[in-house]
């Protein structure tokens, strides 16, 4: 969200990101997994995704993907998970799968937890709410973390880098909004902070998920690829 209150119009990659978001964040609570690897199923985006703990989480969006992935057989990949939560199916059997107005329930949420306020806008020829920065702080904390981790804290090994971190800095990046969350550095700190995001972005995530130790780990690689391939 922007201090105005609303995301650009023009950016498409948001919804998707969000979706990609709801699953690594799912990964991270221990509620989904990736199917173990086989002798014909050695990629990430080849593996189903499963169901660890249909416990709830508490959190409304969360909960509306666990039980759609829960309750559909035969299961699907991450890939195929990402379209069909943001609604980019042609399949007209899988259209109920698409979860609705992701962004202005989210906004909502941070409505309720003092982040954003809620206000009537005029845009021309109609009225739109919009849920402007009730108090700054919190994005530019949030901000300065990543670029914290991508400047003073770079380790040159992503996996010193906490998980979340890891997401965040990719699946930003899957949304189309990572860049404005460097534009503020000088031009030597931004050209550092490009070339080391950009060899995480860059990575192959079937090699790199070699590496991980949980299954959260994968998922975030298993994203990633999703959104490379797409």
Not at 75 to 82: G, L, Q
Not at 118 to 144: A, G, W, Y
Not at 149 to 164: K, P, V
Not at 171 to 193: G, I, W
């Amino acid at each position: 969200e922007k201090e105005s209150g609303y995301t650009s119009f023009w950016n498409d990659s948001i919804s998707s990101g969000l979706r990609g978001c709801i699953l690594v964040e799912l990964a991270l609570r221990g509620r989904i997994q990736l199917e173990p690897q086989s002798s014909r199923k050695r990629k990430l985006l080849d593996r189903k995704v499963s169901v660890k703990s249909s416990a709830p989480t508490g959190d409304m969006l969360l909960d509306e993907a666990l039980k759609h992935i829960k309750n559909t057989e035969p299961p699907e990949d991450v890939a195929s998970w990402i379209e069909l939560l943001t609604g980019e199916t042609w399949n007209p059997l899988k259209l109920h799968f698409q979860m609705r107005n992701v962004r202005e329930r989210l906004a909502k949420s941070l409505v309720g937890k003092g982040v954003l306020s809620t206000e009537k806008q005029n845009f021309l020829l109609f009225d739109m709410t919009t849920h402007p920065l009730t108090d700054s702080s919190e994005k530019e904390r949030l901000v300065q973390r990543l670029q914290d981790s991508l400047l003073e804290r770079w380790t040159n090994d992503w996996r010193r880098m906490s998980r979340r971190m890891l997401a965040l800095i990719l699946l930003a990046h899957a949304a189309d909004v990572l860049e404005n969350t460097l534009s503020s550095l000088s031009d030597e700190r931004y050209d550092t902070v490009c070339s080391r995001s950009r060899s995480l972005l860059e990575a192959n995530p079937d090699l790199e998920s070699a590496k991980v130790k949980t299954p959260a780990e994968e998922m975030i690689w298993a994203v990633l690829a999703a959104f490379n391939r797409s």
